[in-house]
């Protein structure tokens, strides 16, 4: 970690894009401006760490979601194929041409 010190008014360069100028200090708070590119985001510490959890709290529910339909799906299909087994006891399922195939 770099640190430098900084009175009001004074500035720091990063990448020759960004400016961070040093605007006020009140006792233990110390008022700064970030200038940089519409495309580079800022954000406090605390908000980007809450976004981070928020996000990784959406994808942990979105898998589980993704898994209950997956196993629902496949016990669907499971109990149809059964109940053309059970109805149609000549006939072969896809699954069972498809078992066919890969054994050639």
């Known amino acids: 970690m770099l640190v430098l010190s900084r009175r009001i008014n004074e500035s720091i360069i990063i990448d020759g894009r960004i400016t961070i100028n040093v ?19 800022i954000l406090r510490k605390e908000v980007y760490d809450e ?15 993704l898994e209950r339909l997956l196993s629902g799906k496949k016990s669907a299909l499971q109990t149809a194929e059964r109940q053309l ?4 006891p000549g006939l072969q399922t896809p699954v069972q041409n498809r078992e066919k195939v890969k054994l050639l």
């Open 23 to 41: 605007l006020r200090v009140e006792g233990e708070v110390v008022k700064i401006g970030v200038t940089a590119p519409r495309e580079i985001h």
């Open 51 to 65: 976004i981070q959890a928020n996000n990784a709290q959406a994808v942990g529910a979105s898998r589980a979601v």
């Open 85 to 88: 087994e059970v109805s149609s």
